[in-house]
């Protein structure tokens, strides 16, 4: 499964009109999306950080513009939570979120299905491990740390096309 931004997801979807659509649209893609498919259930997460300039801007990185190059990181697909409930951690005081767009990959690695995912980082855990210059993993990978919505299918979508 990958993410992608958020911000792809609503720009894509207002133009295709969805988003603009109104509360009755994204309604009926959420009930047609829950009926269509039960919940993703990844074994890896593999996601794309620093996607879009306000983000980088938001974390103070250098540079104000996405790189060609993305930079990947991994969670792990014990980190992923089906709808319901969201624990947070009780060791971190300062949990952010980010809304994504997770895709779920066929064995030809193509789209086969999609949820909105949030992508939870405990950001005082990651500070301190920044500076130790350290991985991050204990801050982005930890139980329930990647919610995911009910999953969609992803037949007709040009996810290649997601800006």
């Known amino acids: 499964m990958a993410l992608i931004s958020g911000v792809s ?4 979807l207002m133009g295709r009109g969805v988003a603009s659509a109104g509360p009755q649209a994204v309604a009926a893609l959420s009930t047609s999306a829950a009926a269509a498919a039960e919940h993703l259930k990844p074994s890896n997460i593999w996601c794309v950080g620093r ?13 104000s513009a996405p ?8 969670k792990a697909g014990s980190s992923a939570l089906p709808p319901g409930p969201l624990p947070l951690p009780a060791w971190s005081q300062d949990v952010h979120h980010e809304v994504e767009l997770a895709i779920e990959l066929g064995p030809d690695l193509q789209p086969v299905r ?5 992508d939870l980082t405990a950001r005082d855990v990651q500070a301190k491990l920044k500076k130790a210059q350290w991985p991050w993993t204990l801050a982005k990978s930890f139980p329930a740390s990647t919610p995911l919505g009910p999953a969609f299918p992803l037949q007709g979508v040009d996810v290649a096309g997601l800006h």
Do not use: C, W
Request: aromatic share 6%; net charge negative.
């Open 114 to 118: 999609g949820a909105v995912a949030l």
């Open 9 to 12: 997801l609503l720009r894509s």
């Open 67 to 74: 790189t060609d190059a993305p930079m990947i990181f991994l």
């Open 51 to 63: 996607n879009y300039a306000e983000h980088i801007k938001e974390l103070g990185n250098q540079g």
